[in-house]
Structure formats: structure tokens, C-alpha cells
């Protein structure tokens, strides 16, 4: 498969090398990350532009105190802790410790990718990026995300696919 780069990159990270490894097709989206953002997604999809639908932030979740695993929902939903933890198998579920989501994902939070992470987790996709022909997540640093289709990220990450968001 060919690959597809908005603008080029002066470093790649684990993210985009773990894309290139398998050839996956996949177009970046740089764009210039402010320290006074309250929302990293937010800020991702106003910057790029892209539909908020279209944008996915990753999340680490604690799963009855004992496993960590990955959650990937639209940036304009909030994660419903009920649904991940049936997703996983669990009875409760709680946000990681943002220190510790860096640790075990090797990425900085506002930059944490489902791919190339340093330590693998059980990852979960939010059902409605199956709804979209390509969606965006983290490129593995702040300011950078890549479009990828959804069916392949869940394949490069060994996601399963539930419905994850909160009803608001």
C-alpha cells in the first residue's frame, strides 16, 4: 500500500513507524499544539479542521485495579465507564493516573497514540468509527495526527469494536 503525507516529518515516532511497517495507508496532520489548550482533541479537530465525529482520543483506562487497557472514542463523547469495563470483562472501571497512561504508553498525554505504544494493552474502538471511511487519532506526539481507516487500526491494534460513550 502507498502511504500519504499531508506535510512531512522531522522525527518520525512509534505511531507512524509501526504504520510504515505494515504499509498501511495513511495521510498526517500537523498542526501547531498551544499550551493554553484545555482539550487536546478539540484542539486537534479545530486546527485540522476535520469533523469532531471524524477525530478519535485515546484513553487509558483501570479495570477492577488491575489491568490497564486502551479506549478509542470520538474527541466530542465522554467515555461511559460502565461500557468499557463490560467491554473488557470487568465489573468497575476508572481514568489512569495520567503518569502512569505515560509510562506504560511511552507517549505524552495530549500525544498518547493506540499505535506503537511500549507496553501493549487490550484496545477498544468506540462502534462509530466504523461509521466513517478513514478517522483520526494521535500520531504519537502533541500537534501531530494521522488518518487511517478505521478497519485497519483496529486490525494494527488488535481493538475490538463496542459502544464505549457516554449518553449525554
Given at each position: 500500500?502507498s502511504k500519504s503525507h499531508s506535510h512531512a516529518v522531522s522525527a518520525p515516532t ?18 501547531q499544539h498551544s499550551a493554553r489548550a484545555r482539550s487536546f482533541g478539540e484542539e ?23 489491568e490497564f487497557v486502551i479506549a478509542v472514542i470520538p474527541v466530542d463523547h465522554h ?90
Open positions: 500500500m512509534r505511531a507512524l513507524e509501526a504504520l510504515e511497517e505494515v504499509g498501511v495507508d495513511f495521510t498526517l496532520h500537523e498542526y486537534a479537530a479545530a486546527q485540522i479542521g476535520g469533523d469532531p465525529s471524524r477525530m478519535f482520543k485515546t484513553l487509558m483506562v483501570r479495570c477492577d485495579q488491575e467515555l461511559s465507564m460502565k461500557a468499557i469495563a463490560r467491554a473488557a470483562g470487568h465489573k468497575n472501571a476508572e481514568m489512569a493516573d495520567p503518569q502512569v497512561a505515560q509510562r506504560r504508553t511511552g507517549y505524552v498525554v495530549g500525544g498518547i497514540s493506540p499505535l506503537g505504544q511500549t507496553t501493549r494493552h487490550r484496545t477498544f474502538l468506540d462502534e462509530s468509527a466504523l461509521d466513517h471511511e478513514t478517522i483520526l487519532v494521535s500520531g504519537g506526539k502533541r500537534g501531530l495526527s494521522v488518518e487511517v481507516s478505521p478497519l485497519d487500526l483496529a486490525e494494527l491494534c488488535g481493538a475490538d469494536t463496542a459502544e464505549l460513550t457516554a449518553l449525554d
